[in-house]
């Protein structure tokens, strides 16, 4: 059974079967896009770390404002993008693992968090969101809390997998 956190069109986490004592099925939502096309097996131990860490930046307001004030959010992504110094590096965002390495993510604090990114690889099963530059806006304590129920839920579940058969 999944159990859903968040909405599609803004942000979720929708959290399915267990295959090992560290390995579950983790879908991410953003924009209405699912992110994790390539991989939503997720290694536990250090995929509840990561969500734990960037709900506690988003908590703390530790996350830069708009690096270009009065810009779209889509060429604010092609600008950082396009950045090749360490600059861009202080807007990465959702680095958690192999699940969303499909997709480059950038997110800035404007009155909510806007989270950008973009699918990069050329197998993307969804050829035509190649190099379309997606964008949601979430308000911070929607996704705080979002992430965090989806944590607590992976960390407190058994992480059995069903009995064969």
């Known amino acids: 059974m999944t159990r859903r956190f968040g909405d599609r069109a803004t942000f979720a986490v929708e959290v399915g079967e267990v295959r090992s004592p560290q390995l579950r099925v983790v879908d991410l939502w953003a924009a209405g896009k699912r992110l994790t096309t390539d991989d939503n097996w997720a290694f536990l131990p250090f995929f509840i770390r990561a969500m734990r860490s960037s709900a506690a930046q988003v908590r703390r307001r530790d996350v830069e404002p708009c690096p270009f004030p009065g810009r779209a959010p889509e060429e604010v992504f092609r600008l950082l993008h396009a950045d090749d110094t360490e600059f861009r590096e202080r807007f990465w965002f959702m680095q958690w693992g192999e699940t969303v390495d499909n997709a480059s993510t950038y997110a800035y604090l404007d009155d909510d968090l806007v989270i950008a990114f973009v699918f990069w690889r050329e197998d993307h099963p969804f050829p035509e969101d190649l190099g379309t530059v997606f964008v949601t806006r979430i308000p911070l304590e929607e996704f705080v809390a979002t992430v965090e129920e ?14 064969p058969g």
């Open 150 to 163: 989806a944590a607590n839920l992976l960390d407190a579940q058994p992480t059995r997998p069903p009995p």
